[in-house]
């Protein structure tokens, strides 16, 4: 299958980063994986949910969304209809637990939460993937200025976390699906990985057929390659003060 950007199979969408997007918040970016866009913001607050008080421990969390012509067609907002759907609180849980993976939580005191909004304008697949991706740097901007600030001891964080789509489409392995590959493809996988390459979690379903165990060691090789490149770009980005 010729792909309608005319990338190769193991080529990711190219990337771009506005940084301190948001200049209200404490970290934010405009991040773009091909035609899917997101604003990621981190908002820091002086307080940690309930089940952490007294622990000394901070926290990180993530809230994400889609504005209703993000898509083709118009999609209500969840806020509308009074309650958040089960694929929104899904990609929540996944931001949250992909972000906390990297973070020294008790570096933060016990008073301090950061939230990761991740708002997509526009999307074209890899969404979640995007959101985590993006939101490491606002995250990473957060703390630091924390740090700066003297509000704590320690940057936290042990090292990069970036995610990727791979997927077997018409039986050919592709790296970042784009919408018009997604909704085709026979296995979808959605990978988060660190920058070492350690596995934070694997999202992987057989969409038309079940796939083999080589299939899925060759779908994580692409995987790590795409996180690499990814994670390269988050360096750069870090890098450019």
């Not at 970016?29 to 307080?47: H, M, N, P, W």
């Not at 070492?196 to 694997?202: A, D, L, N, R, T």
Request: charged fraction near 25%; hydrophobic fraction near 40%; aromatic fraction near 4%.
């Amino acid at each position: 299958m010729k792909r309608k950007d005319g990338r190769t199979a193991d080529k990711i969408r190219p990337v771009k980063v506005t940084r301190n997007f948001i200049p209200t918040a404490e970290g934010s970016v405009l991040f773009e994986q091909g035609d899917t866009r997101l604003i990621c913001t981190a908002s820091v607050e002086e307080k940690v949910p309930p089940f952490l008080r007294g622990t000394g421990s901070g926290w990180v969390t993530a809230e994400y969304a889609m504005i209703p012509r993000a898509t083709l067609g118009r999609t209500s907002r969840e806020s509308s209809v009074g309650r958040v759907g089960g694929r929104t609180h899904e990609i929540q849980r996944l931001i949250g637990r992909s972000l906390r993976s990297v973070v020294n939580l008790g570096a933060l005191g016990g008073e301090i939460t950061i939230w990761l909004d991740c708002d997509v304008i526009q999307a074209d697949g890899g969404t979640r993937c995007a959101a985590i991706t993006g939101a490491f740097i606002a995250l990473r901007d957060s703390l630091e200025g924390l740090y700066e600030a003297k509000r704590i001891k320690e940057m936290s964080i042990s090292e990069n976390v970036a995610a990727i789509s791979v997927g077997v489409v018409d039986d050919q392995m592709y790296l970042d699906l784009c919408y018009e590959e997604d909704v085709k493809a026979q296995v979808d996988m959605n990978v988060v990985m660190t920058e070492s390459g350690k596995i934070v979690e694997v999202q992987g379903t057989a969409e038309e057929r079940p796939f083999s165990r080589q299939e899925l060691d060759n779908l994580l090789d692409l995987a790590k390659k795409g996180v690499s490149e990814l994670v390269a770009i988050q360096n750069s980005v870090i890098e450019s003060d």
